[in-house]
């Protein structure tokens, strides 16, 4: 028998180390960018790069509702079109439904994770994660492979 586990800190917000709280409150403040007018639901996410720069991005939705895409992914190749070698160090999460004041408990979806995991491949260097559990508790997640175990990258090709 063979065990997939990992170990995370929970954080509440405010004793978040100083970059990741960053991380975080830019991830919540983009969130108000998010064109959802089909789900209300408002995404942002933020990622640190090496270079101590944030990028961030919200979810964009379309009237064709696949052509739409989440904050991870807008964000994560924004990332890669505007600084193809920097490293990606940390993501931060946060979603919120349109009027409503408090941000939910939300990790990123499948395709998401899969986006996060070519970068990380990429780069050959963990990506740290930060998940808001809710209550005001944060997951800090080493690297995205803990999200994708039995995952397919370009080793698999
Ligand atoms: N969404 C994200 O932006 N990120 C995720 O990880 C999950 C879902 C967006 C997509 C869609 O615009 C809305 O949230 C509802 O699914």
Redo the contacts with the bound molecule.
């Keep these: 028998m063979k065990v997939f586990q990992f170990s995370y800190p929970v954080y509440a917000k405010a004793d978040l180390p100083s970059h990741l709280l960053n991380l975080v409150l830019e991830a919540e403040a983009i969130s108000a960018n ?1 064109y ?1 007018p ?2 209300n ?1 408002n ?1 942002g ?1 933020a990622l640190l790069l090496g270079n101590g720069t944030i990028v961030t991005g919200a ?1 964009q ?1 379309n009237a064709a509702y696949p052509s ?1 895409i ?3 992914r807008t964000a994560i190749y924004y990332a890669g079109a505007q600084h193809p070698k920097e490293q990606i160090l940390a993501i931060a ?1 946060a ?1 919120k439904r349109s009027g409503e004041n408090n941000f939910l408990a ?4 499948g395709a ?1 994770r899969q986006a996060i995991l070519e970068y990380e491949s990429k780069q050959e260097l963990s990506i740290m994660q930060v998940i808001p559990l809710g209550d005001d508790n944060f997951a800090v997640v080493p690297s995205i492979a803990n999200l994708l175990p039995f995952s397919f990258d370009k080793d698999s090709l």
Excluded: K, R
């Design positions: 998010a959802a089909y789900s639901f995404v996410a979810n939705e739409g989440c904050a991870e999460f979603a939300v990790a990123p979806c998401c």
